[in-house]
């Protein structure tokens, strides 16, 4: 199995940051990536799929990276209804990265 | 706006099994990929299989092989997810989670979770 390897698992940050969460895919996966928003109770949303465009109707505060097996999602000034849990997921065997929670500093 | 609606929380002993709906209204939902994916309490993801219904194919994770069943039912526009022996271990929200396009392979749309609670 393709492991993802996502990193930090918790960051605190404050309204108005800019934020940066790193997955690692232990092998290529060529840019079959999606980023993730999940918050309480409520299943997940797709925020960017193939590494780096953005699923429609999401804001441009989100983008995605890639560099080789390492992928990061930057949201460039956070907002109050950022606070989530975000996830990596590789969709080429379907395998997701543990997350990381975003909360308020 | 296209949605999936799955069936309700269902509790369960122990070795019985559990089938849950996935269903698109007013969507044609055999003409794309649909995968199964739990979260147990607290946790990760956890992809169980997914299923191709236009083209009657399905594919499962090695560690659900065998207790995992994708079903369809064209006429109701429905997807079924079947776990069998269960365990408390099982205990998870199971969603449902459509690609955009066929073969964007990418799960666009979720379904809104059904809560199965493994218990003696």
């Known amino acids: 199995d393709i492991q993802m390897t996502q990193s930090p698992s918790t960051l605190s940050a404050s309204v108005g940051d800019t934020i940066t969460i790193t997955c690692r895919a232990s092998?290529?996966?060529?840019?079959?990536l999606a980023w993730l928003q999940q918050k309480p109770g409520k299943p997940p949303k797709v925020l960017i799929y193939?590494?780096?465009i953005l699923e429609s109707g999401v804001p441009s505060r989100f983008s995605g990276s890639e560099s080789g097996t390492e992928f990061t999602l930057t949201i460039s000034g956070l907002q109050p209804d950022d606070f989530a849990t975000y996830y990596c997921?590789?969709?080429?065997?379907?395998?997701f990265g543990q997350g990381t929670k975003v909360e308020i500093k | 706006q296209v949605q999936l609606v799955q069936s309700g929380a269902e509790v369960k002993k122990p070795g019985s099994s559990v089938k849950v709906s996935c269903r698109a209204p007013?969507?044609?939902?055999?003409?794309?990929?649909v995968s199964w994916v739990r979260q147990a309490p607290g946790q990760g993801f956890e992809w169980m299989g997914g299923?191709?219904?236009?083209?009657?194919?399905?594919n499962y994770a090695q560690k659900f092989q065998g207790r995992v069943t994708l079903t369809t039912d064209e006429s109701a526009n429905t997807i079924y997810l079947e776990l069998s022996s269960l365990r408390p271990e099982d205990t998870a929200i199971y969603y449902c989670?459509?690609?955009?396009?066929?073969?964007?392979?990418?799960?666009?749309?979720w379904g809104q979770g059904t809560l199965v609670t493994v218990s003696s």
């Open positions: 989670a459509r690609e955009r396009t066929l073969y964007s392979g990418y799960a666009a749309i």
């Open positions: 007013g969507d044609t939902l055999s003409n794309y990929g």
């Open positions: 299923i191709i219904p236009i083209f009657g194919t399905t």
């Open positions: 092998q290529s996966i060529s840019n079959w």
């Open positions: 193939k590494a780096s």
């Open positions: 997921q590789q969709y080429n065997s379907w395998t």
